[in-house]
């Protein structure tokens, strides 16, 4: 028999169109290993709502290799050394693996590859190589409408490559046992409504791209809607690697309608978001625009106040229903629909004059999709500390947002203290006179916040 090959596996937890998993198994047996290194990753490892998924996820994959003859194994902690023992144990010499363009992903590659023979794959889970789309003079590009025309420029991406026929090593090497990693949680077990709202796992994600096959024309008019399902709910599946962009684009290439364009340039802003933190890998940590490190931010730390607003910003008692409703969604299903993403960060930001950065955080924690390179470079946009970026001045009025966006029904479904109010009145019941029992007034006035967060991106200004 010949050499077995190890896929080392991380957010490409899928068979089909996994071009690592593919080339290895050309090659000879096939061992897939999926280490869980919590440490690499400082501050952020995984937050409660992934992990919740990564269980999920993992489970559904071991279960499709044992359909087919083989294994996922299973290890915890240093992911050189235990993929270095696991190339002991099955006599393999080469390790193949999808790049990863996290910070401690390219550290732990760069680590491995000093000591076994790593063969890393550029695209698997991107439309796009890495650094390939460079400006005229051959740099990187840092905004996104020329980086979007130049990715266009390049189209197609590269085509599928299909689930391979694995072949099982002589020797199985020991693997952990998933439910003794404890990744659900259980006291107490938040986790009802993330179980309700989400299948997980390879074929899930392609149940979800049939029906967005059919309803992606939609997705230019219906997108900021939250109170209608127009959009395709796939960034989880995206993240974890369950299903590949390439994959998105070829079932959806043929579309010829606005909506599809749009969708497309959402898949092109993962590529972008990648690519800036391939440029400035600390971007979750650090202002790009350095001037705002001299903006007075509310500490939470040190502040009582800022740390009451913050507590009730990421529960949902702001006094604000579209915030409340997307915040509380957000904890419910551990997902937040575009739109509202936007309107809660901005709230965070500049009604409550707290760090973005406080935010990116919580999200990191709660969401079922949550991308280091999506959450910070959104974040920042958000800020206005980006690369590129909203301008800080530029403040949403959540009150009107509802009410434009048709937001009555969602927020009926994530604040039932709510439920019984009409429109308008359910947009702003504290300014109609209706706040009902049990839910808060404003944390603070619309005006006044805008004019706080103008006075603080004044002075920083003038510092």
Sequence with gaps: MSETHIVWLRRDLRLADNPALFEAAQRGPVVAGYVLDDTVARTHAYGGASRWWLQHSLAGLARRLEERGSRLILRRGDCLAHLAAIAAEVGASAVHANRHYEPWWRNAERAVGEKLDLKRYDDANYLTVMGSIQTGAGGQYKIYTPFSRAVRAQFPPRDTV??????????????????????????????????????????????????????????????????????????????????????????????????????????????????????????????????????AWRDPATDPVAARDLEAWQQGRTGYPIVDAGMRELYKTGWMHNRVRMITASFLIKHLLIDWRCGEQWFWDCLVDADYASNATNWQWTAGTGVDSNMFSRIMAPLSQSEKFDCAAYIRAFVPELGDLDEPYIHDPEEFGRLPEGYPPKIIAHRAARERALAAYKAMKES
């Design 162 to 295: 299909p689930e391979p026929t694995l072949t099982a090593p002589e020797v199985w090497p020991a693997s952990d046992d998933l439910a003794k990693w404890n990744l659900l949680p259980t006291r107490p077990d938040w986790s009802g409504g993330i179980a309700e709202a989400w299948e997980v796992g390879e074929e899930a994600a392609h149940t979800r791209l049939d029906w967005w096959q059919d309803h992606v024309d939609d997705y230019d008019d219906k997108r900021n809607f939250p109170s209608v399902d127009k959009v395709s709910r796939l960034s989880p599946h995206l993240h974890f690697g369950e299903i590949s962009p390439v994959q998105i684009w070829h079932r959806l290439k043929d579309h010829t309608s606005k909506g599809w364009d749009v969708y497309e340039s959402e898949l092109i802003w993962r590529d972008y978001a990648q690519n800036t933190v391939a440029q400035f890998p600390l971007y979750a940590r650090s202002n790009y625009r350095d001037d705002f490190d001299r903006i």
